[in-house]
């Protein structure tokens, strides 16, 4: 089958299913955020409980101020009224006593009507204090068929309290049904006295509904009787606590939980110490491991139950507590194993940590005082460039002045030559032999002082490094600038020239002359003849 939009009729199904998911999937994901934010209220109103119960005795301060100046009896009976609705859900034992108050000038009047009232007054706070066996008697002491309406209903209301306590008090499924039948049945019977459109009837109403499993139908009653609440009456509190009771039985648990805390938050803000609500919410809480808040909020209505002296309250919470309180210690010590165990972990952490930025540390230092030795380096290459452009330079000029010598030198053997020949071809042989050793002397001479010059251009500290290697007193000085024999010896061997024959030919010795000198010489160095031999070689070398 095709509709008209073309769609199969499956097809359609699947789109509405697909989006009936997706509103329900964003409706608990709104009640999830709702319930949350309200927990954290609730959370920040418990923290000041102290300044709401401060509130409340000062209300009830002004209440007893009042009362002090009055001394007509029905006045005093209406002030008690007052104070009595103050300590109803505040202090128990302070609500029995002006209760008793009252019962007692009701009687002194002699009004029948009033001592029923303070005893339907007082069955309620037997109930909620746990007194059972007390409330019974004076529930038994009423004529209910000669009531009025009016306390007939009160009566009944009574009576639904008392069993609600008493299903709580007693948790017993043996007994809990017999109580859930009377409890019904004290229903009906309020609502055969209720208007049809009054707000207690309707409230009624939607609680016989749960009963038969008309849970919408219900719920919509609960919710039109808890939008017409003030948020800051008691009244607020209760209708929402209602909607929390009606959606425990569906098992929505995120609506159950907001309106549990909307009640917990309204209560405790009117510093009601008879608060059923937050007792409610912590187990719920406790239920979805919400371990923390359900202690907590456990012990705060412990307190307040204390403080209310509600008896049958304490022995409820007195159930629950101890698993609450075993579950929050086990957590307890789950984190702080968990914490040795974070701690054991971040100590070796913090270990290697320290081993590594030690590490870093060397590493820097090293690289630092690598970086510092590479700039020294660099500055000594930079100096060693220097000397050797500077060397260079030198070694330029002093070749270049030798190779001018050579020059000068083979020039006049060329003149010699050929003045040589010019005397043979005309035969004046006698002008041979006026060439005279002196002017070879000369000769060699110039040779040996351009050397000598040469020489320490190049090693301008040859003689003083030189005279280090020698022993004190042995040691050789320059005269005119020039060097002597033995240290000309050495001056060629440090340029290399080690065959004694040609120091000996250049220096116009003879070979035993030259070795003479030399051991001269050694005999007055310091060290041995090849270590002082090798330190000369060193001399004015760049390391």
């Known amino acids: 089958m095709t509709l008209k939009n073309g769609l199969t009729t499956p097809t359609r199904r699947a789109t509405v ?28 109103v418990i923290n000041k409980r102290s300044n709401y119960m401060a509130q409340r005795e000062e209300t009830i301060e002004m209440l007893k101020q009042r009362k002090r100046w009055l001394k007509d009896t029905i006045a005093i009976i209406n002030v008690n009224r007052e104070i009595i609705e103050q300590y109803n859900s505040f202090i128990c034992d302070s609500a029995e006593h002006y209760i008793h108050e009252n019962l007692a000038l009701a009687k002194r009047l002699n009004n029948d009507e009033l001592v029923v009232e303070q005893l339907l007054r007082l069955s309620y706070i037997y109930s909620l204090s746990g007194l059972f066996l007390q409330a019974t008697e004076i529930f038994n002491s009423l004529d209910y068929d000669r009531l009025p309406d009016n306390y007939k ?39 055969e006295f209720l208007q049809e459109e009054s707000e207690e009837y309707r409230k009624e109403f939607a609680h016989a509904l749960q009963q038969q499993g008309a849970f919408d139908e219900a719920e919509e009653l609960l919710k039109k009787i808890f939008e017409d609440q003030q948020p800051d009456r008691h009244a607020y509190a209760m209708a929402a606590m209602n909607l929390a009771k009606l959606h425990r039985m569906t098992g929505d648990k995120q609506s159950e939980k907001e309106y549990l805390t909307i009640a917990a938050i309204t209560d405790t803000k009117l ?43 304490n022995a409820v919470i007195a159930r629950v507590q101890p698993i609450i309180e075993d579950n929050y210690l086990k957590k307890i010590y789950l984190q702080q194993d968990n914490l040795k165990r974070f701690s054991i972990v971040t100590s070796l952490f913090a270990l290697v940590l320290i081993l590594t930025l030690s590490y870093l540390f060397f590493q820097v230092r090293a690289v630092t005082r690598a970086r510092k030795e590479l700039r020294e380096m660099n500055d000594e290459l930079r100096r060693l460039n220097r000397k050797l452009d500077e060397a260079n330079r030198v070694k330029e000029h002093y070749i270049g002045h030798f190779m001018n010598q050579c020059s000068i030198y083979i020039n006049q053997l060329h003149r010699f030559r050929k003045n040589v020949e ?41 003689v003083e490094e030189f005279n280090s290697l020698l022993r004190p007193g042995e040691e050789y000085s320059l005269e005119h600038g020039e060097l002597n024999n033995e240290l000309r010896i050495f001056a060629l061997m440090k340029l290399g020239i080690t065959d004694m024959k040609q120091i000996a030919d250049f220096l116009h010795y003879s070979v035993q002359t030259v070795y003479n000198y030399r051991s001269k010489v050694k005999g007055k160095a310091k060290l041995t003849g090849e270590e002082f031999e090798e330190m000369v070689l060193k001399i004015g070398s760049i390391n």
């Open 271 to 313: 510093a009601v110490k008879e608060n059923e609500a937050l007792l409610s919410l912590a187990l719920l809480l406790h239920e979805e491991g919400d371990i923390d808040r359900a202690y907590e909020y456990i012990r705060v209505a412990l307190d307040d139950a204390l403080f209310y002296n509600a008896r049958f309250k």
């Open 17 to 44: 299913i697909v989006a009936l998911l997706l509103l329900l999937s964003a409706s608990i994901d709104t009640k999830a955020h709702n319930a949350d934010s309200l927990i954290v209220t609730l959370d920040r």
């Open 422 to 462: 010019l005397n043979m071809k005309t035969g004046q042989l006698a002008n041979l032999f006026k060439f005279s050793s002196e002017e070879l002397k000369k000769d060699i001479s110039e040779l040996h002082a351009n050397f000598d010059k040469a020489f320490l251009a190049l090693f301008p500290r040859f």
């Open 153 to 191: 209903i009160w009566y009944c209301w009574n009576r639904i309290r008392y069993y609600e306590n008493l299903i709580f008090y007693t948790a017993d499924e043996r007994y809990g049904h017999q109580y859930e039948e009377q409890k019904e049945a004290y229903r009906k019977m309020a609502m």
